[in-house]
């Protein structure tokens, strides 16, 4: 029988605070309770954001909770290589594209289209789909630029992806996505439109390391809070191209805070260790965030 490997994945851009707590919590006892693995992984790809300080604190934050990991962690930084692997794979099939444009040529590209108060198309966090312009650029200029030295992401063609699938895939939810989803889902990457896979500035994306990442570290189980959810879509069609196996997924609630927002790193007051400091045991976590302590 293969042994069940779950793992959480945090990246060090800020303090963590109760909703990766209660994230950390049910994925190591959800791998208890069925003799699996726990694995930590650290998302650092994002290297203006991330630091050595903050990812000492997640070690510390998570030691504090009782939680116990595997060595070595993974940590993404050191794995370019791996992620520059499956890109160029991408890249030889055709199914992703250099991007040249900037922020703000995307900004007015849309604001253009919307003059007339049409509006343009929607991903599932509500962010405007980025137009077509650099995926209908010719070969010739496309050589061109990059020769040139111009900083160019690199996007999926989700149009060209799907084609290439040819045929429906989902995946096992063992949680619930926001409207309640559950069991086999249909994915439909398409809504998010032609996704980043590559950066200006790092040769990876949250997306395409998520998904190498979860290969190579034989994970079965991806237990992660419910935004994530519709992102899931793109995971699964990555996993297709790329030839990966397909993870059970269970997206599980967000802890929200007292005004019923999302958690989000800059708001200090849920943070793990100010609440530490301020006096909370670990078992004061658990309890904070609907879960039986554990010490
Ligand atoms: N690194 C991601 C985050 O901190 C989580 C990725 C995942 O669990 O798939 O939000």
């Not at 851009?13 to 950390?24: D, E, M, R, T, V």
């Not at 290297?47 to 009782?66: H, K, M, V």
């Not at 604001?111 to 509006?119: Q, S, V």
């Amino acid at each position: 029988m293969t042994v069940p490997v779950f793992r959480f994945a945090p990246s060090p851009n800020g303090a963590l605070h109760l909703g990766h707590a209660y994230s950390a919590l049910r994925n190591y006892s959800m791998a208890s309770a069925v003799g699996g693995r726990f694995l930590l992984r650290i998302e650092d790809i994002d290297t203006t954001r991330c630091t050595p300080e903050l990812e000492a604190a997640i070690y510390r934050d998570l030691s504090w909770l009782g939680i116990e990991w595997e060595e070595p962690v993974r940590r993404q930084s050191e794995h370019l290589a791996d992620y520059t692997e499956a890109l160029e794979r991408l890249i030889e099939a055709e199914l992703v594209y250099p991007s040249f444009m900037s922020r703000g040529e995307v900004r007015a590209y849309i604001a253009d289209r919307e003059a007339d108060g049409t509006t343009w198309p929607r991903d599932p966090e509500g962010a405007p789909l980025f137009p077509p312009v650099d995926r209908s650029r010719s070969e010739s200029e496309r050589r061109r630029r990059m020769e040139e030295g111009e900083p160019c992401a690199w996007r999926l063609d989700v149009e060209a992806a799907l084609a290439y699938v040819a045929r429906p895939f989902f995946w096992e939810e063992g949680g619930n996505g926001p409207e309640g989803e559950t069991g086999p889902i249909a994915a439909k990457p398409g809504l998010w439109g032609d996704v980043v896979i590559a950066r200006k500035e790092v040769p990876t994306s949250y997306h395409l390391s998520v998904v190498v990442d979860d290969a190579l570290q034989g994970i079965t189980h991806v237990v992660r809070g419910r935004d994530l959810f519709h992102a899931t879509a793109v995971h699964r069609l990555l996993q297709e191209l790329l030839g990966l196996p397909v993870p059970h997924y269970h997206h599980h609630a967000l802890i929200l805070g007292e005004d019923g927002r999302k958690l989000s790193k800059s708001r200090g007051d849920t943070g793990i260790a100010a609440l530490r400091d301020a006096g909370a045991a670990p078992g004061d976590i658990a309890r904070m965030v609907g879960l039986q302590a554990t010490a």
